[in-house]
């Protein structure tokens, strides 16, 4: 089990770190969906804040895309444990590799909607990270979450 992290997140987002890239299909029942994904979020953002992960979650239709950024052993042991999960099946890594900057650091786990908006807008400030004005994605941002929705919408699905 990867070694939670003392240092702050914001304090690392200019470090390098490790991005995991993946896709899953989801098992949950439809009638399920809702409340399952909000206990999903809940849990991954109070752990990932403990670990140092940051990313960003697409969700469209039954499939799931994620970016995980992070040192790589927390990261790698995130994803073990999404990929043992029995709610996930049909995995797919699409990108594993160290990058020089993170896309999402302020965010534990952001739930990204069909039409690009984040579920909590965040604006970084003096006194750190706070809810604020709508989000607009940066040049690298919205290149990751170009892989995302291009994983959910058809990608591997025989559209």
């Given at each position: 089990?990867?070694?939670?992290?003392?240092?702050?997140?914001?304090?690392?987002?200019?470090?390098?770190?490790?991005?995991?890239?993946?896709?899953?299909?989801s098992?949950?029942?439809?009638?399920?969906?809702?409340?399952?994904?909000?206990?999903?979020?809940?849990?991954?953002?109070?752990?990932?804040?403990?670990?140092?992960?940051?990313?960003?979650?697409?969700m469209?239709?039954?499939?799931?895309?994620?970016v995980?950024?992070?040192?790589?052993?927390?990261?790698?042991?995130?994803y073990?444990?999404?990929?043992?999960?029995?709610?996930?099946?049909?995995?797919?890594?699409r990108e594993?590799?160290?990058v020089?900057?993170?896309?999402?650091?302020?965010w534990?786990?952001?739930?990204?909607?069909?039409?690009?908006?984040?579920?909590?807008?965040?604006?970084?400030?003096?006194?750190g990270?706070?809810?604020?004005?709508a989000?607009?994605?940066?040049?690298?941002?919205?290149?990751?979450?170009?892989?995302?929705?291009?994983?959910?919408?058809?990608?591997?699905?025989g559209?």
């Amino acid at each position: 089990m990867a070694e939670a992290s003392n240092v702050p997140v914001a304090e690392t987002a200019r470090e390098p770190a490790f991005r995991l890239i993946y896709r899953s299909h989801s098992r949950i029942p439809e009638a399920e969906s809702r409340r399952a994904l909000a206990d999903i979020l809940r849990h991954a953002r109070a752990n990932n804040a403990s670990t140092g992960v940051t990313g960003a979650l697409l969700m469209y239709d039954t499939w799931f895309a994620q970016v995980l950024e992070g040192p790589e052993a927390a990261v790698r042991d995130l994803y073990a444990r999404i990929s043992a999960d029995p709610r996930h099946d049909a995995l797919e890594v699409r990108e594993a590799r160290p990058v020089n900057t993170r896309a999402f650091a302020r965010w534990a786990m952001a739930m990204i909607g069909e039409h690009g908006e984040a579920d909590i807008p965040l604006v970084a400030g003096a006194s750190g990270v706070s809810e604020g004005a709508a989000w607009k994605p940066t040049e690298e941002q919205e290149s990751v979450l170009v892989v995302l929705r291009d994983m959910t919408r058809g990608y591997g699905r025989g559209a």
